[in-house]
Every structure is written in structure tokens, then in C-alpha cells.
């Protein structure tokens, strides 16, 4: 077991020893420095003695500091104004306009009805509207219909409620959505190929690995173009939806995943050779 931890974890060692020497420089930072020793009578041992018995006065005369209090946050309202960031109200409407058309026939990445919702952004203004004071809030939302291997990318003006423009396009992959992510690490453990990474997380934790749940995850899109030998249950990708999943325990080291790709269209995994 020792061995597969060096293969799998082996990189991981050395990001853990970078974290531990960031922390050292912080509390470097944070402790009273040793120059204080060496300043002048102003500065000196008698100077902080004197200051430490007036802030033990203070304190007794005064008593304990009052709680602090944390005032609530403002409400962000329906609508936002300008270019203000767009409004939980705002992105849950603009999704819901956007995605309409879809909600029966799309599939999400777990194959679940409805298309996987990927980002939705504040769009910019037409040029012809540069000059209102107040022009409409439009939204640009983006998913993947994983029935067609399509991404849509609509235009929504919040102001009117309607879908200005929408547009599919095949072949062109933006980076993963956290929920396509989480489905990716699930077909992983399902796979033989999860078989390390579960060895790996019993290992550092002296646990059963079982679902994505402990684990922070991030990751890529897997470009076969960039490679000279692609596996044959790769060769659908950049069609098909296809994913690098990077896994990390929570609160402790990483688990070296990159050598896998999961794609999500076909709900397969297969080990991809080195560059």
C-alpha cells in the first residue's frame, strides 16, 4: 500500500509541505517580532511592561468588552439596477425562460430531465442603448443538452421576460459545471479504473470511499486534440462531453485523478496515455 500511496500521492507531499510553510510564514507574521528587544528606552522591555499593567487597569475598570454584533446583510431586491450583479431572483428567472424550450427533451448530466445549467452571466448592453439612463437587464445563460451533446447559449431580457437569441452549437465544450463534476467522481468509484483512488482515500483516511461527499473536486475538459495516441473510448470526445476530474480530500491531501476521463455523454471511463 505504501507504494500506491508514493505513485498516487507522491506530488501531493510536496503541496502539503508548501501549505504547512505558508502557514509559518503566518504566524511568523502574526507573534510579536524580536525587534522589539532591541529598541531604544521607548521601545524597550520597560515600555511594554508599563503598557501591559495600564491595559490590565483599563481592562478592570472597564470590564469585559461588549459582544460584537454582526448587522444582517441588505435585501439585494428583485430587480437589480444598472450593472449591478444579477439578482438571485434574476438568475433564477433568466434560467428558467432560458431553459424552457428544453425542460422536456434535454437531459442533465446525470440523465435526469431538463439540460445541465452551466453559467449565466450579466450580458452588455445593445449599442443602440448606450445612451438610456436605464436600458434593459439582459442575461446570457449557457447549458448542455446532453441528449443532443449540444451547448445553447440564449439571450434573455430580464426586462421584457422574453429570449431574445438562442443558438446550438456541437463540439464546443466551456469548463465543468461543479454538479457534472460530482457526476464524473461518481462514475469513477463505479468504475474498476476508481479502484486507486478509493485505495488511495482508505489510506490517508482509514476509510471506505463510497460517494464524492468527502471529497473537494475540480477539473477540465478533455481536449483530444492535444494528444497523439487518443484510446478508442475516447474517440467520440470533443463531440461527446469528456472531463478530467481532479480530486482532493477535504481538509487534507490530493489524489492524483488526472490520468482518467469520464465522458459524460456516453457515462464511461477510460485511462488517457501520458502527453
Known amino acids: 500500500m505504501r507504494t500506491l500511496v508514493r505513485r498516487h500521492l507522491g506530488k501531493v507531499v510536496a503541496g502539503t509541505a508548501i501549505a504547512v510553510t505558508g502557514t509559518a510564514v503566518m504566524v511568523g507574521i502574526t507573534l510579536p517580532g524580536a525587534a ?12 511594554r511592561q508599563e503598557a501591559g499593567r495600564a491595559g490590565q487597569g483599563a481592562q478592570g475598570a472597564q470590564g469585559a468588552p461588549e459582544p460584537g454584533t454582526v448587522e444582517a446583510a441588505a435585501d439585494e431586491g428583485e430587480k437589480g439596477i444598472g450593472r449591478d450583479p444579477l439578482t438571485d431572483d ?18 442533465d448530466a446525470a440523465g435526469g430531465r431538463g439540460p445541465q445549467r452551466l453559467t ?4 452588455e448592453p445593445e449599442p443602440s442603448e448606450a445612451g438610456l439612463a436605464a436600458p434593459p437587464r439582459r442575461a446570457v445563460v449557457s447549458y448542455y443538452d446532453y441528449k443532443r451533446d449540444e451547448l445553447v447559449t440564449a439571450t434573455v431580457n ?9 443558438g446550438a452549437q456541437q463540439g464546443v465544450q466551456p469548463s465543468p459545471h461543479r454538479a457534472e463534476l460530482r457526476e464524473a467522481a461518481e462514475l469513477i468509484l463505479a468504475s474498476p479504473l476508481g479502484a486507486g483512488l478509493k485505495a488511495d482515500y482508505k489510506d490517508a483516511t482509514g ?4 460517494s464524492p461527499e468527502p471529497l473537494t473536486l475540480s477539473g477540465f475538459v478533455y481536449r483530444e486534440d492535444r494528444q497523439e495516441r487518443v484510446p478508442r473510448e ?24 488526472r490520468d482518467l476521463v469520464v465522458d459524460l455523454s456516453a457515462r464511461t471511463v477510460a485511462r488517457a496515455p501520458s502527453a
Open 36 to 47: 522589539g528587544a532591541q529598541d531604544g528606552p521607548a521601545g524597550g522591555a520597560a515600555a
Open 90 to 107: 434574476e438568475l433564477k428567472r433568466a434560467e428558467q425562460l432560458a431553459t424552457a424550450p428544453a425542460a422536456r427533451e434535454a437531459r
Open 120 to 123: 449565466t452571466d450579466l450580458a
Open 158 to 166: 430580464l426586462t421584457t421576460g422574453k429570449v431574445e437569441r438562442s
Open 207 to 210: 476509510k471506505q470511499l463510497t
Open 234 to 257: 475516447l474517440g467520440a470526445c470533443g463531440v461527446h462531453r469528456c472531463v478530467h476530474v481532479i480530486t482532493k480530500i477535504t481538509n487534507g491531501p490530493w489524489i492524483d485523478t
